[in-house]
């Protein structure tokens, strides 16, 4: 049994394969974030909602793709790993790296995260060898849902975009202006509140145009800010995240009207 896991902060899909490589079953647990939550509540995750509803037996190889696996904090999540799982082959690396070996498989490419934050790389076909920084959704994170919420929320306050646009997503999210300003500005994980805007500009992009032009504006600052300074246009971007899922088309059209091709695209990296 070979577990591959892809860990965010709310969440972690694991894949359970067989010894060939086919996929038999997987599962969903709370997010292993090293950052957020210590040992014992990351060991506590995969005692009570992993384990249960694995084949018996122990796997043989675990990969654990995650938030939060920075160079200092994979020893940790590596041991955890070990004593939990009684597994000595596992190999632990940040959510990037497991972006672009789904994405790219063992060729050179540029891997892409677009979801509620983003990120981005240059990948050699082993490892990530230059990385812009995403620097977050307050000083960076173009092209996440995170931005594409503040860009929406600052243009139909702002009057940027229609009054009719702006009263139906009120309508709709049932929310006032002070409503916004407090999930933004005075209650946790503003980034994720942000990003739920997305699912309105899909939903109603087809009606009003101007949704669809702030979608591409979205992920022309994103190559412009982050791919562009890899200088590598004979590759093509590769991506995965839900923002790049969903908005496919657009992303399409803002890669090659910046001299680049659209290569994979996928929601989940598991799917690859």
């Known amino acids: 049994m070979i577990l591959i896991a892809d860990s965010g902060s709310t969440k972690t899909d694991w894949a359970v394969l067989d010894e060939k490589g086919t996929e038999m079953a997987r599962i969903r647990t709370q997010g292993m974030n090293p950052f957020h939550l210590s040992s014992e509540e990351m060991k506590g995750i995969i005692y009570e909602e992993l384990i249960p509803f694995l084949p018996s037996g122990h796997p043989t190889a675990i990969s654990f793709f995650g938030t939060g696996c920075t160079p200092d904090q994979i020893p940790l999540m590596r041991k955890l790993l070990v004593e939990t799982m009684a597994c000595d082959n596992v190999v632990v ?4 790296l497991g972006a672009a070996r789904a994405l790219c498989g063992d060729r050179e490419g ?6 509620t934050g983003a990120n981005s790389c240059l990948y050699d076909g082993h490892e990530i060898v230059a990385n812009i920084p995403p620097l977050g959704y307050i000083l960076g994170d173009e092209g996440s849902g995170a931005v594409l919420g503040k860009m929406f929320l600052n243009a139909i306050f702002k009057g940027f975009l229609s009054e009719e646009i702006k009263q139906l997503y009120l309508q709709e999210s049932s929310q ?4 916004i300003i407090r999930k933004v500005y005075r209650e946790p994980l503003a980034n994720r ?3 739920t805007t997305a699912k309105f500009i899909a939903a109603h992009e087809a009606d009003y ?11 022309q600052g994103f190559i412009h800010r982050n791919i562009d300074k890899y200088n590598r246009k004979d ?9 790049a899922y969903f908005f496919q088309s657009e992303l399409r059209e803002v890669s090659e009207e910046c001299g680049y091709s659209l290569g994979h695209v996928v929601r989940s990296p598991l799917d690859r």
């Open 209 to 219: 145009p101007e949704l669809r032009t702030l979608v591409k504006d979205n992920f």
């Open 176 to 179: 006032s202006y002070a409503d």
């Open 193 to 195: 509140y942000l990003a």
């Open 235 to 243: 590759l093509p971007l590769n991506f995965v995240g839900s923002i």
């Open 110 to 115: 540029i891997a892409c995260i677009l979801g």
């Open 93 to 96: 690396g940040s959510d990037l």
